[in-house]
């Protein structure tokens, strides 16, 4: 069982930068980063694949988001520049187990999942 512990969120206005950060008790195949807003479906944001320590970024955030992982102490951040309103969200930091499923992006693919930091981004 994989504990993970978001923390970095907030408030910001827009143009602004944040950073999410998320603790891992191990690591695993890959880790990334979903938002959620009501309404509608959990979105990813940024994934690294921890072998190769490739990155994967949605075209939404690309060139804004930068996902990055510190292997000495297990922690995977999500800095976050030039934010939108658009961005707003609750942000979750999710690992997967294995290969071999969905891609990079699809929620059903990550088997453990933190507790979830707001980020809400004011105009």
């Known amino acids: 069982q994989v504990q993970l512990v978001e923390s970095g969120g907030g408030s910001m206005q827009a143009g602004g930068s944040l950073r999410l950060s998320c603790e891992a008790s191990?690591?695993?195949?890959?880790m990334g980063w979903f938002r959620h807003t009501p309404g509608k479906e959990r979105q990813g944001v940024a994934a690294f694949y921890i072998k190769s320590a490739a990155t994967y970024t949605a075209s939404s955030v690309q060139g804004r988001f930068t996902i990055s992982l510190d292997r000495t102490r297990n922690i995977l951040h999500l800095q976050m520049n030039s934010l939108k309103p658009e961005d707003t969200a609750m942000y979750y930091c999710?690992?997967?187990?294995?290969?071999?499923?969905?891609?990079?992006?699809?929620?059903?693919?990550?088997?453990?999942w933190g507790q979830g930091t707001q980020v809400t981004v004011s105009a």
């Open positions: 191990y690591l695993t195949y890959s």
């Open positions: 999710a690992a997967r187990s294995a290969p071999g499923r969905g891609g990079w992006f699809d929620p059903a693919s990550y088997d453990y």
